[in-house]
């Protein structure tokens, strides 16, 4: 398998309302493998960087107001075509327009509270810019799950 790395974090809104865990399941059940993970405040020059690539539009400063507005959990999951699948499971930008059974067309309404962030896999690089903006390498950790010679051919 061509293994790949991607950044996910649950928001401040789904932690607050308590959907770390079933979030970790849905991408545990798929067969990804979680090799980081770290419950954490956002400040706000990391919100800028993290969302840098949004500096100047309307919805910026409130996109800053409240990802640093509670803990958020954030997560490194390994895969095949992890960052594409990632994006799948979490659906569309906007849960209004995300289909059912996606993360965001489950648990939101509203594209300001979208529960969940992961890695763009149309923005080359994206994965790995991100891992490292959050996690040092050291809390990166290299192991197999006991059914990975059974998730892949
Ligand atoms: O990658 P993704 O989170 O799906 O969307 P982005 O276009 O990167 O926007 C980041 C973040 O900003 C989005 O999750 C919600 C918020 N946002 C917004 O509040 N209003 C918009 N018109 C666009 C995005
Ligand atoms: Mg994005």
Redesign the pocket.
Known sequence: SDAERTFVMVKPDGVQRGLIGDIVSRFEDRGLKMVAGKFMQIDEELAHEH?GE?EGKP?FE??VDFITSGPVFAMVWEGQDATRQVRRMMGE?DPAESAPGTIRGDYGLD??R?VI?GS?HEDEGANEREIDLFFDDDELVDYERIDETWLYE
């Open positions: 969302y949004h919805f409130g996109l930008t594209l300001g979208n962030h763009d």
